[in-house]
């Protein structure tokens, strides 16, 4: 008993060199185009990259969205730039009148005007953009009347008000893409709300928004369109305005669904359980779950802006007259069969758009399908 209270009661050596133990290094940053992600988002992005179909739509449609946004700086009936005597003009972003050029009359200047052209060229130089004519640039000098086929000053000819129709096309994709996309953000931004308290809720809550939403969407949205087109101007902002009060309600079923199933998972309950306030749990744990399915639906809600504004253009009810949209164009096309172009460049150019957002749309949703996405890596 000595010998072991001897042994245990040594001191340990100091000179014993314990070896470290080996930590796991750490995952590399997720990242997509240069921005960190999450892992899951890395793994959704190299699906929906797998899908070439998709990943090279959704390419040609940004390339196309970009082109159209600088749409003065491509079509316009003023010149992009004007030296004049040593001096510097922008004609595209500031109004000069003519008596800036020598001219005699304090107006703003028509740049297309033979004799102004003579004016500047005899001391100067100008910078003309890529087609010399704005949407609602109307062409005095035609040599047959509108609509005109086309030609090297007209490259897709002209609308029966002698209107460049490329120039037009150029502003029409503009005006009917910021539309759509501006719809669709506010309708998800409404629908997702209605359908996160809606299904949280519950209830009294979830049978009232029922009611209302199968009452309100019964409601005939071209007869009221038609009505309020008799009172005020249908300008963009008042479009969109009715618009988004029809809108909203086709992603309120997909939201409601999910956090039907979501607010009976553990996590919630705990949630609940520590005292979380129900506006943190909807916003922290439900909200990130019900956005998986809204995301799938977008790109088919823009879809459905763009068809419903071309649409209205083409029945009168839609934007303001003179006003560049697809389905204007499309509706001059119907009224003059005689110039075949019109009616091909709105069908072609919306067959085109519809397209690429039903191959982005589909991508979409495989990159969001949980058994394709984390399948093939499991694989």
Do not use: C
């Amino acid at each position: 008993m000595a010998d072991v209270s001897s042994r245990t009661s040594q001191p340990v050596p100091q000179d014993i060199v314990t070896t470290p133990v080996a930590v796991p290094p750490a995952p590399p940053d997720a990242r997509v185009l240069g921005v960190r992600v999450s892992p899951i988002a890395k793994r959704r992005w190299e699906a929906f990259r797998a899908n070439r179909r998709g990943y090279v739509s959704l390419w040609i449609f940004l390339l196309v969205f970009g082109l159209s946004l600088p749409a003065e700086l491509l079509a316009n009936d003023k010149p992009l730039y004007v030296n004049f005597e040593g001096q510097h003009f922008f004609p595209v972003f500031v109004s000069y009148p003519e008596t800036a050029f020598g001219g005699d009359f304090d107006s703003e200047t028509e740049y297309l005007d033979p004799f102004v052209q003579d004016l500047i060229t005899e001391n100067g130089w100008i910078v003309w953009p890529l087609i010399r004519s704005s949407y609602d640039t109307i062409n005095f000098g035609l040599p047959q009347p509108a609509p005109a086929p086309p030609s090297r000053r007209h490259w897709l000819g002209t609308d029966d008000q002698a209107r460049d129709v490329l120039a037009r096309l150029i502003y029409g994709i503009r005006l009917t893409l910021l539309f759509s996309l501006l719809l669709t953000a506010l309708s998800s931004i409404v629908g997702v709300a209605a359908g996160v308290v809606q299904g949280f809720f519950g209830g009294w809550v979830d049978l009232l928004f029922q009611r209302f939403i199968e009452i309100w969407g019964g409601i005939p949205t071209l007869y009221l369109l038609i009505i309020l087109s008799s009172f005020v101007e249908t300008t963009f902002w008042v479009l969109l305005g009715f618009m988004l009060l029809f809108s909203w309600t086709g992603l309120v079923g997909v939201v409601r669904a999910e956090v039907l199933r979501a607010r009976n998972f553990d996590f919630v309950r705990a949630a609940k359980a520590l005292g979380v306030s129900n506006r943190a749990i909807m916003v922290r744990h439900i909200l990130p779950n019900a956005l998986v399915a809204t995301m799938t639906f977008l790109p088919f809600v823009l879809v459905g802006g763009v068809t419903a504004l071309a649409s209205l253009d083409f029945l009168g009810f839609g934007l303001g007259v003179g006003s560049p949209s697809l389905g204007e164009l499309l509706n001059q096309g119907k009224r003059n069969l005689q110039a075949p172009w019109l009616g091909i460049t709105g069908f072609l150019t919306l067959s085109i758009l519809l397209t690429l957002l039903v191959f982005v749309g589909e991508a979409v949703r495989d990159a969001f399908d949980v058994r394709k996405t984390f399948g093939r890596g499991s694989q």
